[in-house]
């Protein structure tokens, strides 16, 4: 990857700012003024945005951190102590003109980080997946091959890597094989099945759960990977005192025809050629508070964004997480399922 896939004019949109941090899969870019080093923007600083203004059509410079942290040629050589002492995810390196002649990224391992987000995680396991037949005609959901692991174990693997050790699976449909696999697998962390007898719908099934938890729990479809830092996400939850922090992507997608828009006289209003149209949308993860188990009707259907649309009716504090659309890998259809296949052997 070359210098300039890390560069972004700061008259460029957020949208494309962040296709860009998509692109070369790293956490922060740098912000140009005809050419010079000027900025910098992460996703934490896009995220931010996001939840303080609610306006996702911004432009690279109204959100860019125009202090950033960088370091001449001569001081190369100290970067990786200067990174690990602010904390920043890369540094520009820049000759006497102010141009980045290199740049240094963030390494994890190199710098020992251990996670410990050590929290309940319950992952939602009881569904048909009838959209994603013929699969689901022989195997649950939960363990549809994606490479060489089930969906649910890819899942369960990445909350480990992070610090997780305890999780709870709902079961249903063909729960009996889920139970089977999960016995022959040799594992380093704890998994308690839930028995969903009758279909309780994505939220009913947490009233199973009932005295189980004292603080805080992930909940997660079973058909999603989220390639994020968790503890980051925990952290934002417990800060902002929320009740349900739901995680959401923020997706850009380009309308291939021209859209038309028309008068109360039926007249054209406006012409717009195959514009974009940029939005967040609910992952299927969330972090949720056990009030929301205890104050659960017993044995009733019952989707989670209902759950959540009673709270927000009744004022309590239900807040977003927005992270990158490449971040949100979905096999919820057949076609998903294919791009996500894709997308994890390319990781390895």
């Given at each position: 990857?070359?210098?300039?896939?890390?560069?972004?004019?700061?008259?460029?949109?957020?949208?494309?700012?962040?296709?860009?941090?998509?692109?070369?899969?790293?956490?922060?870019?740098?912000?140009?003024?005809?050419?010079?080093?000027?900025?910098?923007?992460?996703?934490?600083?896009?995220?931010?945005?996001?939840?303080?203004?609610?306006?996702?059509?911004?432009?690279?410079?109204?959100?860019?951190?125009?202090?950033?942290?960088?370091?001449?040629?001569?001081?190369?050589?100290?970067?990786?102590?200067?990174?690990?002492?602010?904390?920043?995810?890369?540094?520009?390196?820049?000759?006497?003109?102010?141009?980045?002649?290199?740049?240094?990224?963030?390494?994890?391992?190199?710098?020992?980080?251990?996670?410990?987000?050590?929290?309940?995680?319950?992952i939602m396991a009881g569904g048909l997946g009838t959209r994603l037949y013929p699969y689901t005609k022989i195997l649950p959901k939960p363990l549809i091959p994606i490479g060489?692991?089930?969906?649910?174990?890819?899942?369960?693997?990445?909350?480990?890597?992070?610090?997780?050790?305890?999780?709870?699976?709902?079961?249903?449909?063909?729960?009996?094989?889920?139970?089977?696999?999960?016995?022959?697998?040799?594992?380093?962390?704890?998994?308690?099945?839930?028995?969903?007898?009758?279909?309780?719908?994505?939220?009913?099934?947490?009233?199973?759960?009932?005295?189980?938890?004292?603080?805080?729990?992930?909940?997660?479809?079973?058909?999603?990977?989220?390639?994020?830092?968790?503890?980051?996400?925990?952290?934002?939850?417990?800060?902002?005192?929320?009740?349900?922090?739901?995680?959401c992507s923020l997706k850009n997608i380009k309308i291939p025809y021209g859209v038309i828009e028309i008068n109360e006289n039926g007249e054209i209003d406006v012409m717009k050629?195959?514009?974009?149209?940029?939005?967040?949308?609910?992952?299927?993860?969330?972090?949720?508070?056990?009030?929301?188990?205890?104050?659960?009707?017993?044995?009733?259907?019952?989707?989670?964004?209902?759950?959540?649309?009673?709270?927000?009716?009744?004022?309590?504090?239900?807040?977003?997480?927005?992270?990158?659309?490449?971040?949100?890998?979905?096999?919820?259809?057949?076609?998903?399922?294919?791009?996500?296949?894709?997308?994890?052997?390319?990781?390895?």
């Amino acid at each position: 990857m070359e210098i300039k896939d890390f560069l972004i004019d700061e008259e460029s949109t957020m949208v494309e700012a962040m296709e860009q941090l998509d692109k070369v899969s790293k956490k922060i870019i740098f912000v140009t003024r005809n050419g010079k080093f000027i900025a910098a923007i992460t996703n934490g600083d896009i995220r931010r945005w996001i939840l303080k203004k609610g306006n996702i059509d911004a432009l690279v410079k109204d959100i860019a951190n125009y202090k950033p942290r960088y370091l001449m040629e001569s001081e190369k050589s100290t970067a990786n102590e200067f990174m690990k002492e602010h904390f920043i995810e890369g540094l520009p390196i820049l000759n006497s003109e102010k141009e980045i002649v290199s740049i240094v990224l963030w390494n994890e391992e190199e710098f020992g980080i251990k996670r410990t987000l050590d929290i309940p995680v319950v992952i939602m396991a009881g569904g048909l997946g009838t959209r994603l037949y013929p699969y689901t005609k022989i195997l649950p959901k939960p363990l549809i091959p994606i490479g060489e692991m089930p969906i649910v174990e890819h899942i369960i693997n990445r909350f480990v890597k992070q610090g997780g050790k305890q999780f709870h699976l709902i079961v249903n449909h063909k729960k009996n094989m889920i139970k089977a696999y999960f016995n022959e697998v040799n594992k380093h962390y704890t998994i308690d099945f839930i028995d969903e007898d009758e279909p309780l719908g994505t939220g009913g099934g947490l009233s199973l759960l009932k005295g189980r938890f004292k603080s805080a729990f992930v909940l997660s479809n079973c058909d999603i990977l989220i390639k994020e830092d968790y503890e980051k996400i925990y952290k934002y939850h417990v800060e902002n005192k929320n009740l349900i922090t739901m995680v959401c992507s923020l997706k850009n997608i380009k309308i291939p025809y021209g859209v038309i828009e028309i008068n109360e006289n039926g007249e054209i209003d406006v012409m717009k050629e195959k514009p974009e149209i940029s939005f967040l949308a609910n992952t299927g993860m969330y972090i949720v508070e056990p009030k929301v188990i205890e104050e659960m009707d017993d044995n009733t259907k019952i989707g989670f964004p209902d759950i959540i649309e009673k709270y927000k009716s009744k004022g309590e504090k239900i807040s977003v997480f927005p992270i990158s659309e490449k971040n949100w890998l979905d096999m919820g259809q057949l076609d998903e399922m294919e791009e996500m296949r894709r997308k994890l052997e390319n990781e390895e």
